[in-house]
């Protein structure tokens, strides 16, 4: 079957430092991977879209400057928080799609908290 | 821009109930819909899937989808306390990209 896995699945970091995180799917081909950010409203961003052969896309409130993101293959994606503060707080969700197929599978996600 | 919104933001429903849960979305593009459901401390997890007008049904649950008033909704019938979770809609517009609402909290008590 299809599995996103992703780590770590906590972490937590001083105000202003860089966290990365790393996503890896399995059992299919990650054509894309989008990364979304679910904030303790439980409210669900989008933070970038991520195609193979393509521009990695960010949404609005969000620049790859904050979050640089690499999809390297079809198999791994990992995203920075870079200079982290209160308001980046949340689980970072990874989810991924082949070409084929419709629907996202999701990672557990990697709980930011921090300090 | 796609704008997709879930109503309500929370349900309480006794054991047993129907429970209704609404989305609504912007792009009249729109191709392909989902409802995903969160278990607590889980991964988002695809629960059922529409691509065009109309009803479906998989076991107690059913998708309505209308385009042309940009609406989706899932219905449970027989609501049981283990479908408490948080349940997210989800629309593609062609290409890659889904955009998921903000999610309803369903809390069914026995």
């Known amino acids: 079957g299809a599995l996103v896995y992703q780590y770590p699945r906590r972490t937590i970091c001083k105000s202003g430092t860089s966290m990365r995180m790393e996503c890896q799917a399995v059992?299919?081909?990650?054509?894309?991977v989008a990364w979304y950010r679910q904030s303790p409203q439980k409210t669900f961003e989008l933070i970038a879209l991520?195609?193979?052969?393509?521009?990695?896309?960010?949404e609005q409130n969000f620049t790859q400057e904050k979050f640089p993101i690499s999809h390297p293959n079809l198999s791994f994606s990992s995203m920075t928080v870079l200079n982290a503060y209160l308001e980046d707080r949340g689980l970072y969700l990874c989810?991924?799609?082949?070409?084929?197929?419709?629907?996202?599978?999701f990672g557990k996600g990697t709980r930011l908290t921090v300090v | 821009q796609q704008n997709v919104q879930q109503s309500p933001e929370s349900l309480i429903v006794p054991e047993g109930a129907r429970t209704s849960l609404n989305c609504t979305f912007s792009?009249?593009?729109?191709?392909y819909f989902w409802w995903y459901r969160q278990h607590s401390g889980k991964a988002p997890k695809a629960l059922m899937s529409i691509f065009s007008n109309g009803e479906k049904e998989e076991g107690r649950f059913t998708i309505h989808l209308n385009k042309a008033s940009l609406h989706f909704s899932l219905h449970i019938r027989d609501s049981q306390p283990s479908d408490s979770a948080l349940y997210l809609c989800a629309v593609r517009t062609g290409g890659y990209k889904v955009v998921f609402g903000s999610g309803t909290r369903l809390l069914v008590s026995p």
């Open positions: 991520s195609t193979v052969n393509s521009a990695i896309k960010y």
């Open positions: 989810g991924a799609r082949d070409g084929g197929n419709t629907e996202v599978f």
């Open positions: 059992g299919f081909q990650a054509t894309s």
């Open positions: 792009d009249s593009a729109s191709q």
